[in-house]
Nanobody
Framework: QVQLVESGGGLVQAGGSLRLSCAPS????????MGWFRQAPGKEREFVAS????????YYSDSVKGRFTISRDNAKNTLYLQMNSLKPEDTAVYHC???????????????????WGQGTQVTVSS
């Protein structure tokens, strides 16, 4: 397994923006997809966005569609999550995930990933 390290979290006012980054700690991550999940206090971890390498496809949860953008810089081996128009309900710990297993779907499920980061806190104040 490859350890993934997130960065870029912080405190921002509603309507603001943040960009999260995720990179492997030691070596290049090679697999089939990477994604972002988030977990708010007292809630289950939920899907935010995924980037499927085959076909360069991206998918988003309905709650972030149109506001968040997932992208990957292959040269820097880094995954990003650009978050705009942030809302207080976006407050959560955001986790990066990578999958070395092939699935034909959208990689929206936690069990499809076998590499995880520790997470970075995003807090949106009203």
């Amino acid at each position: 397994q490859v350890q993934l390290v997130e960065s870029g979290g912080g405190l921002v006012q509603a309507g603001g923006s943040l960009r999260l980054s995720c990179a492997p700690s030691r070596r290049t991550f090679s697999g089939y997809a990477m994604g972002w999940f988030r977990q708010a206090p007292g809630k289950e971890r939920e899907f935010v966005a995924s980037h499927v390498f085959i076909g360069n496809r991206t998918y988003y949860s309905d709650s972030v569609k149109g506001r968040f953008t997932i992208s990957r810089d292959n040269a820097k081996n880094t995954l990003y999550l650009q978050m705009n128009s942030l809302k207080p309900e976006d407050t959560a710990v955001y986790h990066c995930a990578g999958s070395t297993a092939y699935y034909s779907g959208t990689y929206e499920h936690m069990q499809e990933y076998n590499n995880w980061g520790q997470g970075t806190q995003v807090t949106v104040s009203s």
